[in-house]
């Protein structure tokens, strides 16, 4: 199983652009890149998903180096209400099983005013 | 659309005592699975399912129970209730394929004294 490593914390000010690395040494082939946001009280949410070079959505962007062994989530401009757990999973989830993926501890995004 | 709904919000439960946690989904996912959320400990799968009729294990299956004889149900079931089993627990559900992303409630806190 593919395991990740984040930061545990960060903190950001509003306006500014904030970049979660997130490791993954061991990604296989078939493994795709994903990250979740969790509020406090809620569910996680999807963000992004990517399988290799950039990815970008309305929210975020997304880079995967060439070696795969690592992905940098990209927020533009944070503001307050980004501050939450963000979450990096990396599985292949053929079949629809889903036993694969490892939810780690996410790293803790703090924005101050 | 309400998504993936879980009731109840909150439960208290006293040591022995047996409960099961509901979650239904309105989207015709086949896939379906349940977490457990503790400080400091990230998100970790008990079990999930494939599609009705199928369940398999996740990371920490014991002292949990599953079923899903419908597409939209997969209730948890807690047989005998242990204060270790104090947590939040999330239900999420996917379509069956790699690129689909996972739909969360917004979870049930429980309380085992």
């Known amino acids: 199983l593919a395991k990740t490593t984040q930061p545990i914390s960060m903190d950001s000010y509003e306006g500014q652009e904030v970049n979660i690395t997130c490791s993954h040494n061991?990604?296989?082939?078939?493994?795709?890149i994903t990250w979740y946001q969790q509020f406090p009280s809620q569910g996680p949410r999807f963000i992004i998903q990517g399988y290799k070079t950039k990815v970008t959505n309305e929210v975020a962007s997304l880079f995967i180096p060439a070696d795969r062994k690592s992905s940098t989530l990209s927020l533009p401009r944070v503001s307050l209400s980004d501050t939450a757990v963000y979450y990096c999973l990396v599985g292949d989830r053929r079949g629809g099983s889903q036993g694969n993926l490892i939810f780690g501890k996410g790293t803790k995004l703090s924005v101050k005013p | 659309n309400a998504g993936v709904t879980q009731t109840p919000k909150f439960q208290v439960l006293k040591t022995g005592q047996s409960m099961t946690l509901q979650c239904a989904q309105d989207m015709n996912h086949e896939y379906m699975s349940w977490y457990r959320q503790d400080p400091g400990m990230g998100l970790r799968l008990i079990h999930y399912?494939?599609?009705?009729?199928?369940?398999d294990q996740g990371e920490v299956p014991n002292g949990y129970n599953v079923s899903r004889s419908t597409t939209e149900d997969f209730p948890l079931r807690l047989l005998s209730a242990a204060p270790s089993q104090t947590s939040v627990y999330f239900c999420?559900?996917?379509?069956?394929?790699?690129?689909?992303?996972?739909?969360f409630g917004n979870g049930t806190r429980l309380t085992v004294t």
């Open positions: 999420a559900s996917s379509y069956p394929d790699r690129n689909s992303p996972l739909h």
């Open positions: 061991n990604i296989a082939t078939n493994d795709y």
């Open positions: 399912s494939v599609g009705a009729g199928i369940t």
